[in-house]
């Protein structure tokens, strides 16, 4: 059996076939409480160096706290844009333990009682989808979102990156004009899982991935070209950064753009796509 063959039928990804017959999901135990909170700071308040921090020991707390960041530009005093750090967190129970462990591993972060609300998991699907507080009915409505158009890619980290080259990531994202790094952490349960037991591969030694996204609801050529050409140059500036030989995606992101050189079928000569193509 090849390499292909084997990931395929175990469900690797877009190109798997086969025929489902039998799905068994093992259930995870979830507390009738758990803990959110959302902590921002601005790089004027130190958010550069809890970012910093986070590398280090984001993906090594309890196995039972998320705690993601989330790197955009925001509007302060004087009109002027700074990066503001955001870290938006679920722990497995009550606050009382949520701010122990966050004391013993994360103390720089500062985080107190009055950062944190305990609610059920799923009114916790509302919190991280954006709907705090809606009623739940709203998971069932299927009416699509306004007119939009965004452009996103993936990345991996399995280094921290260097703290004196961090004024260069902050200064890229400032040049996008809404752009979002979302940075999820590894570790955990996923680091005792080698990467050639399952068919997501980047499980032990990656520290966590990066979506880049940007957003904007201008349908014009000149828009798309504009945010498309920050996204490339950004995704072209992350590379000393990120994992390498291959450098590693997402592929439920879909980034049609990875397809470049591999022979694929989805680009022509020119790197350009379409919808059939894609489909």
Request: aromatic share 12%.
């Amino acid at each position: 059996m090849g390499e292909d063959l084997f990931w395929a039928i175990r469900g690797g990804g877009g190109g798997s076939f086969g025929v489902v017959v039998a799905w068994k999901v093992n259930l995870v135990h979830v507390p009738d409480k758990v803990t959110v909170f959302s902590l921002s700071k601005t790089f004027e308040q130190g958010g550069s160096n809890l970012f910093n921090k986070w590398q280090y020991v984001g993906h090594s707390l309890s196995q039972d706290l998320f705690i993601r960041v989330i790197i955009e530009p925001v509007l302060v005093e004087n009109g002027k844009r700074t990066i503001q750090v955001v870290f938006n967190s679920m722990y497995l129970g009550t606050v009382d333990r949520l701010i122990k462990i966050a004391m013993d591993g994360f103390p720089e972060l500062g985080l107190q009682e009055k950062d944190c609300r305990e609610m059920s998991w799923i009114e916790s699907v509302m919190y991280f989808s954006g709907h705090d507080g809606e009623s739940m009915d709203l998971l069932k409505d299927r009416k699509p979102e306004l007119k939009s158009y965004f452009y996103a890619k993936s990345d991996y980290v399995k280094e921290p990156i260097p703290e004196e080259k961090l004024g260069e990531l902050w200064k890229w994202c400032l040049e996008g004009d809404k752009p979002i790094l979302i940075m999820e952490p590894h570790g955990g349960r996923m680091d005792e899982i080698e990467e050639t037991s399952t068919p997501y591969p980047h499980r032990k030694g990656y520290l966590c991935n990066i979506q880049y996204y940007e957003k904007w609801h201008d349908g014009s050529i000149e828009s798309l070209e504009k945010h498309i050409s920050w996204m490339k140059r950004m995704y072209e500036n992350m590379t000393p950064y990120i994992s390498k030989n291959p450098r590693g995606a997402y592929v439920n992101y879909r980034d049609l753009d990875l397809d470049l050189g591999l022979g694929l079928g989805l680009n022509d000569k020119e790197d350009n796509t379409s919808y059939l193509q894609a489909m």
